[in-house]
């Protein structure tokens, strides 16, 4: 059972580059996020879907982009790379709301470079 | 906007000695609080959580947490740590939000032999 898998793992991007990085979920979770960890600041929710063709906005949205076309996709985009998204992004899922179990599942993280 | 606060950010302990790290969250209203475990190399896990009833809960690998209202605390313990605890370890509040986790800034504890 794979559970979460980000792809890639490492990345350096030249500023004013774009990428993608991917998040799969074999779990069937309603429930997708992409969160930020920076040294000093812990975890910090950039975007999130509570379903397959929804997203929404956490406390850290500019300068991305997310797309849930797939129940088990969830897509972050950087346009135009900035070397203050140079970060480790984790995505994680959770199976329904928060308030019902609060459990998230994550993955192993995808650590970012902008030069 | 709630917030959630680690003070110690690094700890270092032998093994066998215990452990107690706190965190503090700043919301007036009805939480639910986690504690997540990043073991080197490997994703975030849930240790424990509490959403109600007992104040004391207890995790996984011997860990357990208590949640004191009047503090706005929920500090993690463990009576004897070993090598294998070595990790980084964040808290985290959910204050009523389907999809929302706030996380403090992780206390990286090191256990030496």
């Known amino acids: 059972n794979a559970g979460v898998t980000q792809t890639p793992k490492f990345r350096v991007l030249k500023t004013g580059q774009s990428m993608t990085l991917l998040c799969a979920q074999d779990?069937?979770?309603?429930?997708m996020y992409w969160y930020r960890q920076d040294p000093g600041m812990g975890l910090r929710l950039i975007h999130y879907?509570?379903?397959?063709?929804?997203?929404a906005k956490g406390e850290v949205p500019d300068g991305y982009n997310v797309s849930r076309l797939k129940k088990q996709n969830f897509l972050l985009g950087l346009e135009s790379a900035a070397p203050s998204q140079t970060s480790v992004y984790f995505c994680?899922?959770?199976?329904?709301?928060?308030?019902?179990?609060?459990?998230?599942?994550f993955g192993e993280g995808s650590r970012l470079t902008v030069l | 906007a709630q917030s959630v606060s680690q003070h110690n950010h690094h700890v270092i302990l032998s093994e066998a000695a215990s452990l107690e790290l706190g965190c503090n969250y700043s919301?007036?209203?009805?939480?639910?609080l986690f504690w997540y475990v990043q073991y080197p190399g490997q994703h975030l896990q849930l240790l424990l959580k509490?959403?109600?009833?007992?104040?004391l809960v207890k995790g996984i690998k011997g860990f357990e947490a208590e949640f004191i209202k009047s503090k706005f605390s929920f500090n993690l313990r463990k009576p004897s740590v070993q090598w294998s605890d070595t990790a980084e370890y964040f808290c985290?509040?959910?204050?009523?939000?389907?999809?929302?986790?706030?996380f403090g800034t992780g206390t990286r504890l090191q256990v030496t032999l």
């Open positions: 919301y007036g209203g009805t939480v639910n």
């Open positions: 509490y959403f109600s009833g007992d104040p």
């Open positions: 879907s509570v379903g397959e063709g929804t997203t």
């Open positions: 994680a899922s959770s199976p329904t709301s928060l308030l019902n179990t609060g459990e998230l599942f």
């Open positions: 985290a509040v959910n204050t009523g939000t389907a999809s929302k986790l706030t």
């Open positions: 779990m069937n979770h309603e429930y």
